[in-house]
């Protein structure tokens, strides 16, 4: 598997709306997981928000989104991330490692509910990046 690198939009409480409406626009394969199907947050009320969504289309595209934690702050206008993902942590960590230089860590890369190693921040000039290693081992 090779890297990817592809948008990541946040939305508040409307994320599984906005993209079926994308798939009704670009078409291909929709996936959501929701908060509690991950136990990833404690408050009930976000139990069937949308953790993580993928929209894969049989050309190539793939944009990816989530509802944002009551906890997390959220401001419309900023609310596109950057997302790496792929099979091979010494390339994704060597991409993390120099993102982070300068910038903030605001998840740790380490191991995630759904058994992949999965890491946020912010880089030095405000992007936030998502990095995430599928198919893991155990660390």
């Not at 690198?5 to 906005?18: G, T």
């Not at 989104?65 to 906890?71: E, H, M, Q, W, Y």
């Not at 998840?107 to 992949?116: R, S």
Request: aromatic share 10%.
């Amino acid at each position: 598997m090779t890297t990817n690198l592809n948008p990541y939009i946040s939305f508040r409480d409307n994320a599984k709306e906005a993209m079926t409406f994308y798939q009704s626009v670009f078409g291909g394969e929709l996936t959501q997981s929701t908060f509690a199907e991950f136990h990833a947050s404690e408050d009930p009320a976000e139990s069937d928000k949308i953790m993580h969504s993928a929209l894969k289309t049989d050309n190539g595209l793939l944009l990816m989104a989530a509802d944002t934690p009551n906890s997390m702050d959220y401001s419309p206008g900023n609310n596109i991330s950057v997302s790496l993902s792929g099979d091979d942590e010494a390339e994704l960590r060597g991409y993390w490692d120099g993102l982070v230089d300068g910038g903030t860590v605001t998840v740790p890369m380490e191991k995630a509910p759904w058994g992949d190693i999965f890491g946020m921040l912010t880089d030095k000039f405000g992007i936030a990046w998502l990095v995430n290693v599928s198919g893991a081992q155990p660390q």
